[in-house]
């Protein structure tokens, strides 16, 4: 392996650099020493080279991507000329920048034998070539928030676990034989979850790392020999007409065989109206009967995807390993000496761990833990305005980026720029005339005379990360969440939120209610329609102040006037069996929950039931009982002897109302 003369000691050095870029745990778990000659005792460094390059799955993945030989590497002192290695990321992947210049041409080659040569014009190369920079514009880097700039995807990215929610998927063989194939049950890495050669919706809530999950799989097969990795980011202007022209292409060579398939990764099906997304759909399906590939599409829960016969799959949450990875690694992105053991451990002693399954409220908790702030409420909302005043008291202070010039203008200041933009704006996405034309009235209201608004939002974006551009004419508020968070600030510091004018309830609405002093009508009006029952859950989950028996009562009655969002079945005298469509009840408080119970068994029916059932099972799982005034109605109500069986994760639980007599 190694040529005839070359000096122990070269190699020792080699190695050391080697193992610190992409095996630092070998540093720190296996001896290896960082002076003189000695390697792990006084093992031969060829043989210790030759073990790392041959077994350690970072080296592999080099190896096997595509690249020119490891061994060659070694031996001539280069490094592989498909991408350039910048160092070691988070997880157990290498982060690389892409050479778009070797990348675009290498994917062209594979679409060319995917549809034959004989396909080839000019006009098709440019549009390829479109494609494929926008999607590795899009995926490279992330701009996580309160970050000053965007960093490569593989430094921060945490490689997402997924939970198929189907228990096997048919699929159809070379020779159309129909074969059934069981699915894992439990979360599995993203490598486990490609080798099943099958579509899917790939389908979250908010901040879960959805659309990074395409990008780190667009990012890991671009140098596949067997995928052709496409991108389309249906909120992109054309997007949808890309992708027809794509599946419009294909469907006439869905006969063809050519050794590649195409990896079709389609992200945002929420972000587009409901005609929008009904002809991603028929595209989808045009696609899907060409037999061309497999595509994975992203979309929030709680949507309808319509048409399309596909198996979900679920985000997993982060487990114990994935938060210390990504809290190490956003530690140092952020320039934040927080430990990730004490402070996880800390908030999971506190009992608010559920933060730190979400990769979004994860990201918050650490700005909000580099500042000297406390962390006391569940809420999102809360969150958010926590980890905004840190960023604020950051910036005030001088700290992060110091040493460059900027305005006068504080921090409290900024955050009001970026609330008046949001709120100006219906999308996160917005022109660039929008944003500078709000910054300048902005800036109007301020004492300090001739500043630049183009000179503001370009340092907000640097320092806070929330508002940044994407192009000469485009900026986007990196989440959706924090959008409507500061819109809806803006409506409610601004004194034009009424809950009797709203006339579209929807998640903006819902945070200026949260806002507000008493939310009580805002979550009886929500309850009046079926559409907006969405906007109540955004409430009653992030500490809404209102009147708890009002708001029980009222969810009582939306739920006896929508009789079909709910199961309930009376087997026995004294036994139930009840099921919510939507089990929203685990993000009450329990100070709610007290008072729904209360409320529910004063007088029967079935849906009172069902959410007395509800009540009791959840106070359950928290290690509650009933209050004594609740247990004295319950019994008067039920009978001691009464049992209930509810419907949760999955699986049917059996409810004592005996179990919930108080201490």
Same mark, same amino acid.
């Given at each position: 392996m190694v040529k005839n003369g070359r000096k122990k000691t070269d190699f020792c050095a080699f190695l050391r650099v080697f193992a610190r870029c992409f095996a630092p745990e070998l540093v720190q778990n296996e001896g290896f020493r960082d002076q003189g000659s000695g390697v792990r005792g006084n093992e031969e460094p060829e043989r210790l080279v030759e073990e790392l390059v041959l077994s350690h799955p970072s080296a592999l993945k080099l190896r096997n991507g595509g690249a020119p030989s490891v061994r060659r590497w070694l031996m001539v002192g280069t490094r592989p000329s498909c991408d350039r290695v910048s160092g070691?990321? /988070?997880?157990?992947?290498?982060?690389?920048?892409?050479?778009?210049?070797?990348t675009v041409p290498y994917l062209w080659e594979g679409f060319l034998k995917l549809i034959g040569k004989d396909q080839e014009t000019a006009e098709l190369k440019d549009w390829f070539n479109r494609l494929q920079k926008n999607g590795f514009a899009d995926a490279s880097?992330? @701009?996580?928030?309160?970050?000053?700039?965007?960093?490569?995807? &593989?430094?921060? $990215? &945490?490689p997402t676990k997924l939970k198929w929610q189907v228990p096997n998927v048919t699929l159809t063989g070379a020779a159309g034989k129909r074969v059934t194939i069981d699915l894992p049950q439990l979360p599995v890495t993203p490598e486990?979850?490609?080798? $099943?050669?099958?579509?899917?919706?790939?389908?979250?809530?908010?901040?879960?790392?959805?659309?990074?999950?395409?990008?780190? %799989?667009?990012?890991?097969?671009?140098?596949s020999d067997k995928f052709v990795p496409i991108l389309i980011t249906l909120r992109r202007t054309g997007a949808i007409d890309d992708l027809k022209k794509l599946a419009a292409m294909l469907l006439p060579l869905r006969k063809i065989s050519r050794g590649m398939s195409l990896l079709l990764l389609? #992200?945002?099906y929420d972000e587009v109206s409901t005609p929008s997304r009904k002809i991603v759909s028929e595209a989808l399906m045009t696609f899907q009967a060409s037999g061309m590939g497999r595509y994975y599409l992203t979309c929030r829960e709680f949507y309808e995807i319509f048409d399309l016969k596909i198996p979900y799959v679920r985000i997993a949450p982060f487990d114990e390993e994935d938060q210390e990875r990504f809290v190490q690694s956003f530690a140092a992105a952020f320039g934040s000496r927080i430990k990730p053991g004490p402070m996880l451990a800390e908030l999971r002693e506190r009992g608010l761990d559920d933060l730190l399954?979400?990769?979004?409220? %994860?990201?918050?908790?650490?700005?909000?833990? /580099?500042g000297s702030m406390s962390l006391h409420s569940r809420s999102v909302l809360t969150l958010i305005e926590r980890a905004l005043e840190t960023l604020s008291f950051r910036w005030d202070e001088g700290k992060g980026v110091a040493r460059e010039q900027k305005l006068p203008v504080d921090g409290r200041a900024r955050v009001q720029c970026l609330m008046r933009i949001a709120f100006h704006s219906k999308e996160p996405q917005v022109d660039g005339h929008t944003v500078m034309e709000q910054a300048r009235a902005q800036l109007d209201l301020l004492r300090w005379e001739e500043l630049d608004e183009k000179q503001l939002v370009m340092e907000t974006a640097r320092f806070y990360g929330i508002l940044v551009p994407k192009d000469d004419s485009r900026w986007e508020f990196v989440h959706k969440t924090l959008h409507d968070y500061l819109a809806a600030r803006y409506w409610v510091e601004k004194g034009g939120f009424s809950p009797k004018l709203v006339t579209k309830w929807n998640s903006r609405a819902a945070y200026a209610a949260c806002l507000g002093h008493d939310a009580t009508s805002a979550m009886k009006t929500a309850l009046s329609r079926k559409d907006w029952f969405p906007a109540f859950i955004e409430m009653l989950s992030n500490d809404a102040p209102f009147d708890h028996p009002a708001v029980a009562r009222a969810l009582v009655q939306h739920y006896e006037s929508n009789p079909q969002r709910h199961f309930y079945e009376r087997t026995e005298q004294n036994r139930i069996s009840v099921h919510l469509e939507q089990d929203f009840i685990r993000v009450s408080s329990t100070k709610f929950l007290q #008072?729904?119970?209360?409320?529910?068994?004063?007088?029967?029916?079935?849906?009172?039931?069902?959410?007395?059932?509800?009540?009791?099972?959840e106070l359950r799982d928290r290690d509650q009982k009933l209050s004594l005034t609740s247990?004295? &109605?319950?019994?008067?109500?039920?009978?001691? @002897?009464?049992?209930?069986?509810?419907?949760? $994760?999955?699986?049917?639980?059996?409810? #004592? %109302?005996?179990?919930?007599?108080p201490d």
């Open positions: 070691m990321g /988070s997880g157990p992947y290498p982060s690389f920048e892409i050479n778009l210049g070797e880097y992330v @701009q996580c928030v309160g970050m000053h700039g965007p960093l490569p995807i &593989q430094q921060i $990215y &945490q486990i979850f490609f080798k $099943y050669p099958t579509n899917a919706a790939v389908i979250a809530g908010p901040g879960w790392g959805k659309t990074t999950f395409l990008h780190h %799989l667009l990012i890991n097969n671009c140098k389609v #992200d945002g399954h979400h990769p979004l409220l %994860l990201a918050l908790v650490c700005i909000v833990k /580099s #008072d729904l119970a209360f409320a529910c068994c004063v007088a029967r029916s079935r849906a009172s039931d069902t959410f007395f059932a509800y009540a009791i099972s247990y004295a &109605q319950a019994i008067r109500t039920f009978g001691r @002897q009464f049992r209930f069986s509810v419907n949760r $994760y999955g699986g049917w639980e059996s409810v #004592d %109302l005996e179990a919930m007599t």
